[in-house]
């Protein structure tokens, strides 16, 4: 589809009233539709191309300190891209226009990897190398792991421009990284399960017991770490 075509639906799906009454008919108005949201399928494909390049980054990271005989610090990559009907609600709720432009500029989360460390230390180390790499661009930086969030929540945001090569050359993509370790990830996707229902209750003693709990797995996390070095230096590994 050519590019002006592109802007023109764009700007008919800003005012959906307006592009009903566009396409009376059903069948033409689906068309129309499905005309309107290519570009943006278009997109979310090219952020699963970026999703790709960085995991593959963090993968042979792993494997390289594994070669220099250090204990490979990644534990699990995961990673997603937002599916349509999740950009169409972020977009909602930023209230910006519903054009390719604005998605780009104004979301930068549409594509997300998360990276699980086995202890604090690894999460700078994995951090470090990847921004070592001259084709990453840090654009964005949030250490809510020396600066948790009030609710104990801890974890390294990163946002990083990265390319992709396709048959019409370079893109350059943002992607959302999140570096943590397992107890942080543990504490993370319970808070995420138990804290859903905002109507509870006892909501501020939940609340209360879950910062308590981060403050643990912090400290279980701080605790195995300079157990790891103490075993370490007793091998003769440090």
Request: proline residues 4%; negative net charge.
């Amino acid at each position: 589809m050519a590019d002006n075509n592109n802007e023109k639906y764009e700007l008919e799906l800003s005012n959906l009233e307006a592009f009903a009454k566009q396409y009376p008919d059903p069948n033409s108005r689906m068309e129309a539709l499905k005309q309107a949201a290519m570009p943006f399928y278009e997109l979310l494909t090219y952020y699963e191309c970026a999703i790709d390049e960085v995991v593959t980054k963090f993968n042979i990271l792993n494997k390289d300190y594994s070669l220099n005989n250090e204990q490979n610090p990644i534990e699990s990559i995961q990673s997603r891209v937002k599916s349509m009907e999740s950009l169409v609600d972020k977009i909602n709720r930023k209230n910006i226009p519903f054009t390719i432009e604005s998605v780009v500029n104004n979301i930068n989360d549409i594509a997300g990897v998360r990276v699980v460390c086995k202890f604090p230390e690894d999460v700078y180390k994995v951090r470090d190398g990847l921004l070592l790499q001259d084709d990453i661009h840090l654009l964005e930086e949030k250490d809510y792991i020396r600066h948790p969030k009030p609710n104990g929540y801890r974890s390294l945001h990163l946002i990083v421009e990265t390319p992709i090569f396709l048959s019409t050359g370079k893109k350059l993509m943002k992607v959302e990284i999140q570096i943590r370790t397992i107890a942080e990830n543990f504490w993370a996707a319970l808070e995420h399960q138990l804290n859903y229902k905002k109507d509870l209750p006892e909501i501020a003693s939940i609340k209360e017991e879950l910062n308590k709990l981060a403050e643990e797995s912090a400290n279980l996390d701080n605790r195995m770490e300079i157990l790891k070095h103490k075993i370490m230096k007793l091998n003769g590994d440090e």
